[in-house]
């Protein structure tokens, strides 16, 4: 049975995490700004003059404001790694008083938390760039805030599955190009699922086992409105089911990685 000592030791690491994101929270809006900037500026004025619509730049920005948060998972998953294969000091927080699941649950929140204010700052920006070609009026925003929410347990999970399954610090790289790039950009990144069901539907119902397609989809409905993208709370229900099995999971194999069973 939990007691409260434990929650108190857990808001204490979460609050010393936060002042360590706190540091660096000004160099990872610029890091996620140059990206943001860059491709929404392409997709609202460079790509309408190849013929594409010229939504195509508010379609996009859902698209980054889904992809901030992943930009973290490649540093994260490398940090644990390099950890694990070093100083360990997530062994320190093991001899803590609490249940050495909570080592791994206070990782996922960090990782989690951290992700929303990123993901949020996409939305000024991309109204700074496309001005008109954006209507902020098309958000639902209560809709909108858990859409970031879950998406970012979503990350946060992802990366403790992930780093579960990396065997060397060397095999890193092999962790973005063979598994995260391709269900990212097979995701929907680009495209709808409705496109990719007009264009093949066998494609478009495996890519239904893909997280990214309902995180893509999710994001789009709340910002742009439901018409033409899979059923917001179908996408909730999804990402919830994902959170589960990959933070499960993960914590499984990283107890028996660092033996801590």
Not at 85 to 108: A, C, K, N, W
Not at 129 to 145: A, D, G, M, R, T
Request: with cysteine.
């Amino acid at each position: 049975m939990y007691n409260r000592a434990y929650f108190s030791l857990m808001k204490q690491l979460l609050y010393t995490d936060y002042l360590l994101f706190k540091r660096i929270f000004g160099t990872k809006l610029i890091d996620v700004s140059i990206e943001v900037v860059t491709v929404v500026a392409v997709a609202g004025y460079l790509l309408p003059a190849f013929g594409i619509d010229i939504a195509y730049g508010s379609f996009m920005v859902a698209g980054m404001c889904a992809t901030a948060g992943l930009f973290e998972v490649f540093p994260s998953v490398m940090n644990l790694v390099a950890d694990f294969e070093g100083d360990r000091i997530i062994s320190f927080y093991s001899t803590l008083p609490m249940p050495t699941s909570f080592v791994f649950i206070r990782l996922f929140l960090n990782y989690s938390l951290s992700a929303i204010p990123i993901a949020l700052w996409v939305i000024p920006l991309s109204k700074l760039v496309l001005w008109n070609q954006f209507e902020l009026s098309s958000i639902h925003v209560p809709k909108f805030l858990v859409a970031v929410v879950f998406i970012s347990f979503l990350y946060g999970a992802l990366i403790l599955w992930v780093t579960s399954y990396v065997k060397r610090l060397e095999t890193i790289n092999s962790v973005w190009m063979r598994f995260l790039y391709p269900m990212w950009f097979l995701g929907g990144f680009q495209f709808s699922w409705y496109v990719l069901y007009g264009f093949s539907p066998t494609f478009a119902y495996l890519n239904l086992l893909n997280p990214f397609t309902y995180v893509m989809e999710m994001i789009r409905s709340s910002l742009l409105g439901q018409e033409g993208y899979i059923n917001y709370w179908v996408c909730l229900v999804a990402l919830t089911v994902f959170i589960v099995l990959f933070m499960s999971h993960g914590i499984k194999r990283l107890k028996k990685k660092l033996d801590f069973i």
